[in-house]
């Protein structure tokens, strides 16, 4: 099974040319159904076949309209801290993906103290819970409910909704749509035969598009893109911003919660880990991504071991991991943030120093316009 689950992604991710058959016919196939499905359902909400319902506040949804991999998270938390520095009042909500509370919802935090643990919440919900201080995070598949259970505790302003761009039920008042620059709509195939969850078409109900990933210093690629975009949908304002890693460090032998680290390592520490040879592990959706920042950023990988999205580790996991940067030479482990709240989550002590990798959003030249469009939209 966990071949042919790597034989599907391959697929997934790679371009027509690439594909092999039969497996790409069989994929393609499918993926056609899915996207009449996805059609269906679209066209449903359009005439008013199939219910949406709003909120008695304000509602921002940011999402994609490809599997993982675009930013949301980071990009969730830095558009609830612009409002936050607005003055505006703020929770986030978030669908707590196989978390324990994703079925019957719950307050993850209260902006002041974290009341789920991320078993409980999922990890991004508790990611986000554990970087956003005075701004609560509420989580819960059903996302009306769970916006209704953010007003009725914390009366906020506005809700910003993670991940929520298919969350056809909900309204919203602005809706955020992030594409990564290298690929924006992946293969262009459907899923499972390409990793778009629903037709380009679908770029129709986006407020604003914003590229991620982008190269920091504005370049032709940058702007053949957004042109792309805007000759599609010219209504749509597209706004670039691009991925600033941190760091921080875990010595070996102890267990410390994410939301007790404050302090992210200097220039100067970042230099002097660089002297050793780390091993990097991580589960999440394009693991390859966060190898080539370990790369970029210039640390001496030893080697990696990657695991399934959202994958939860066990002791033998860990056991595994140590025993690989043993084997590679290594003296220091390297992972994602992410993949720490699911170590963190499960109490278990670290054979070695290990490096977590944060991710922040950087916007350059194109922040002030796109907090504009945001204050203007909602005429803050």
Same mark, same amino acid.
Request: with cysteine.
């Given at each position: 099974? =966990?071949?042919?689950?790597? *034989? ?65 998270? =980071? ?17 986030? %909500? ?30 991004? =919900? ?111 304002? %597209? ?5 600033? =890693? ?27 880990? *660089?002297?050793?040879? %780390? ?75 290990? %490096? ?25």
């Amino acid at each position: 099974m =966990p071949s042919l689950k790597r *034989k599907i992604e391959s697929v997934m991710h790679a371009d027509n040319a690439a594909s092999p058959e039969p497996l790409a016919s069989l994929l393609y196939g499918i993926s056609a159904l899915y996207a009449a499905a996805q059609k269906l359902r679209a066209f449903g909400y359009r005439q008013g076949l199939l219910s949406s319902r709003g909120l008695p506040c304000r509602v921002i949804s940011i999402g994609n309209i490809t599997v993982g991999g675009t930013g949301k998270t =980071p990009m969730t938390i830095y558009v609830a801290r612009k409002l936050q520095q607005l003055g505006t009042s703020v929770a986030v %909500v978030s669908r707590g993906y196989k978390g324990g509370a994703e079925k019957s919802g719950g307050i993850v935090s209260d902006g002041r103290n974290l009341l789920m643990d991320a078993d409980q919440a999922g990890d991004e =919900p508790f990611l986000m819970a554990s970087r956003l201080q005075g701004i609560p995070v509420v989580v819960g598949k059903n996302r009306y409910e769970s916006g209704l259970l953010a007003i009725r505790e914390f009366h906020p302003e506005i809700i910003v909704l993670d991940d929520a761009y298919q969350h056809l039920k909900l309204k919203r008042d602005i809706n955020i749509i992030l594409l990564d620059h290298h690929r924006p709509f992946g293969n262009a195939h459907l899923l499972p035969r390409g990793t778009l969850r629903e037709p380009t078409v679908a770029l129709s109900r986006a407020s604003a598009c914003i590229l991620t990933r982008s190269p920091q210093a504005t370049d032709q690629d940058v702007s053949d893109k957004r042109g792309g975009i805007k000759s599609a949908m010219p209504h749509l304002p %597209v706004f670039k911003s691009f991925h600033e =890693p941190y760091f921080y460090l875990v010595k070996s032998g102890l267990q410390t919660p994410l939301d007790e680290i404050s302090e992210f390592l200097s220039p100067h520490e970042i230099v002097d880990i *660089k002297q050793r040879r %780390v091993f990097g592990f991580s589960g999440i959706a394009r693991n390859d991504d966060f190898q080539r920042t370990v790369g970029a950023a210039g640390f001496n990988a030893a080697g990696y071991c990657d695991f399934g999205d959202h994958h939860r580790y066990s002791p033998g996991d860990m056991e595994d991991i140590a025993q690989a940067a043993q084997g590679a030479g290594a003296d220091c482990l390297i992972t994602t943030e992410k993949d720490y709240v699911r170590i963190s989550s499960q109490l278990m002590p670290l054979s070695r120093d290990l %490096v977590v990798v944060g991710v922040r959003i950087g916007f350059g030249g194109d922040g002030a316009e796109f907090i504009a469009f945001i204050q203007g939209f909602l005429q803050l």
